[in-house]
């Protein structure tokens, strides 16, 4: 009978921590690459989103901007359309107050859809600018209704047609302390 030799078995340490991949503190000063990326960091967000429906509303909608950047309030211009690019619109609006903006600002020719549209998406309150526009009906009329008469439950602020620049005073008023 021969005899048998039990296999050997390595053991490693037992009990001791493994070394962790990550530092877990800042004692080294960060590379150049990350001070840079951390510089490039929007620490100033606009307060105000500035949104139309078409780069035709452009020159009417220009008029929010200026009247909020002499008011040293920060905003952002977008180009956004509710019928064109609808998953756009959703998802700007359900970002928005989690990006730090506070009032949106939202243009519209015609049907007018987008105020209403960005409202149903946020809880930040929103200021519609019925526009005209080269088919406009009853000089803009259209769009103040699409807009002034939103259902019950989403409100929209409406200005007068092509009045930017009062949505800009009344988003001043709103961010006032
Ligand atoms: C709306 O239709 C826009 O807000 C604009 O006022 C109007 C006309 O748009 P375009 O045909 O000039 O793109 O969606």
């Avoid at 952002?76 to 019928?83: D, K, L």
């Avoid at 809880?123 to 088919?135: F, H, I, K, Y």
């Amino acid at each position: 009978m021969s005899e048998l030799t039990p296999p050997s078995i390595e053991v490693g340490p037992v009990g001791e921590p493994a070394e962790p991949e990550v530092p877990l503190t800042l004692s080294e000063p960060l590379p150049q690459s990350d001070v840079a990326e951390l510089d490039q960091l929007d620490v100033d967000p606009p307060l105000v989103g500035i949104v139309m429906g078409s780069k035709s509303d452009v020159p009417a909608m220009e008029a929010a901007e200026k009247e909020l950047t002499e008011r040293g309030i920060r905003s952002e211009t977008r180009v956004i359309s509710a019928h064109r690019e609808p998953e756009v619109v959703a998802d700007y609006a359900r970002n928005a107050k989690l990006r730090g903006l506070r009032v949106i600002i939202a243009g519209a020719g015609l049907s007018a859809a987008l105020p209403g549209v960005v409202a149903a998406h946020t809880e930040l309150p929103v200021v519609g600018v019925p526009l005209t526009s080269r088919t406009s009906v009853a000089g803009g009329l259209d769009a103040l209704l699409s807009i002034a008469q939103m259902p019950p439950g989403v409100p929209v602020a409406c200005v007068g047609v092509d009045n930017a620049r009062n949505a800009a005073v009344l988003a001043a008023r709103i961010l006032a302390p």
